[in-house]
Nanobody, 124 residues
Framework: VQLQASGGGLVQAGGSLRLSCAAS????????MGWFRQAPGKEREFVAA????????YYEDSAKGRFTISRDNAKNTVYLQMNSLKSEDTAAYYC??????????????????WGQGTLVTVSS
């Protein structure tokens, strides 16, 4: 599975961005999908995950209520809608996929497939 993330950019605090992750080479059906991020000088951290059906979503605490993960299996694409952005959300965001896991543990494993990062910069 090849993953291509896009949608990052510069936004003011309080603004919104929608990230997209398009897959090629294989359908995303059956794969748990997730978003991770890595801020400068920090380790990569889990942000959100979604089950293969889209019926289950899971978020890191700081993302709850502000971010929404969704997927369109027909388009082989996963999204991360980010609202009420804060300066601490500044990071490179990575999408990831794994087939042999559950969405609720996506944050505790290292997924098998990764996209390249898309940079989100939130100015205060």
């Amino acid at each position: 599975v090849q993953l291509q993330a896009s949608g990052g950019g510069l936004v003011q605090a309080g603004g919104s961005l929608r990230l997209s992750c398009a897959a090629s080479g294989r359908t995303l059906s059956g794969y748990v999908m997730g978003w991770f991020r890595q801020a400068p000088g920090k380790e990569r951290e889990f942000v959100a995950a979604i089950s293969w059906s889209g019926g289950g979503t899971y978020y890191e605490d700081s993302a709850k209520g502000r971010f929404t993960i969704s997927r369109d299996n027909a388009k082989n694409t996963v999204y991360l809608q980010m609202n009420s952005l804060k300066s601490e959300d500044t990071a490179a965001y990575y999408c990831a996929a794994d087939r042999f896991t559950a969405a609720q543990v996506m944050g505790r494993i290292r997924p098998s497939y990764w996209g390249q990062g898309t940079l989100v910069t939130v100015s205060s």
